[in-house]
């Protein structure tokens, strides 16, 4: 079994075909799919999404591209969502300094109340973070000396300094279809050095298609690419890079493993 822990199944690029996408990913051997949020206000969507399918869970955040938009969502709007058995982690949010669509001040402030979010509902926190390793690092820092909250970062591709200060926090650290890219050569040798107790793998979906699909629509069927050269990274099989990270995915995101039981109660006694 493997899971892919983050993907946008209430994105556009799946409407019409997302009975087919979900079949082709059991298909492929995943058994869980966490289809993550990026506008509280369109959180309804994505809720619907998961109540669709018993195998899919989801999250409630803002993506830090719409940090400006939504920063009138507080803490306790993100957190009263949380209450739907489906609803497994906070997020995603963070800091994304490449494309700047929302102010940083807007992107630190959003990312400090998803904390709060996390802190208080004992949910995971999916941490979006991109060309802002420095400004991560630090607010992951001053948060957690707050208080602990659980967290993973997702899609990683930034440096090894983040990625230690991510492990010495207690977070996790999630690779996607970038990780088999022909120039992710120091992508994959950070994973390589990484605790294996502490990895994730997901498509992002609809983006970042693995090879050999780079150029099509990503789905998540494709996780099962990423897993096999985690698998070559790591020096492990395929199956064995699967039960790892499907165990890690369930003890991070523990509200998931309550929902997965309560789908294969009601499939088994169907």
Do not use: W
């Not at 289809?35 to 809720?47: A, G, P, Q, W």
């Not at 991109?130 to 967290?151: C, N, P, V, Y």
């Not at 294996?196 to 693995?210: C, Q």
């Amino acid at each position: 079994m493997l899971v892919d822990s983050h993907c946008h199944l209430d994105f556009p690029d799946f409407a019409g075909a997302l009975d087919e996408t979900v079949k082709r990913a059991r298909g492929a051997g995943v058994g869980h799919m966490l289809t993550i949020c990026t506008h509280v206000r369109k959180f309804t969507e994505v809720l619907a999404v998961a109540e669709r399918f018993p195998d899919v869970t989801c999250s409630v955040g803002t993506h830090p591209h719409t940090a400006t938009e939504e920063r009138d969502i507080t803490t306790a709007e993100i957190g009263e969502r949380t209450s739907h058995p489906k609803v497994v982690a906070i997020g995603e949010a963070g800091l994304d300094y490449y494309y700047q669509h929302s102010t940083r001040q807007d992107q630190q402030a959003g990312f400090r109340r998803h904390i709060d979010a996390a802190r208080e509902t004992g949910l995971p926190l999916v941490v979006h973070t991109r060309d802002a390793d420095e400004d991560t690092a630090s607010i992951l820092r001053e948060e957690m000396a707050k208080g602990q909250f659980k967290a993973v970062l997702h899609c990683y591709t930034g440096g090894p300094r983040l990625a230690e200060t991510g492990i010495e926090l207690g977070l996790y650290v999630s690779f996607s279809g970038i990780l088999t890219f022909p120039k992710s050569n120091e992508l994959r040798s950070l994973a390589a050095d990484l605790p294996l107790n502490r990895l994730l793998l997901e498509t992002d979906a609809p983006f970042l298609a693995p090879q050999p699909h780079r150029g099509k629509r990503n789905e998540p069927a494709y996780v099962r690419d990423t897993a096999k050269v985690l698998a070559g990274v790591k020096g492990l099989s395929e199956d064995e890079i699967a039960a790892i990270t499907t165990e890690n995915f369930f003890t991070l995101f523990s509200k998931a493993a309550t929902a997965a039981n309560r789908a294969g109660k009601a499939v088994s006694a169907a």
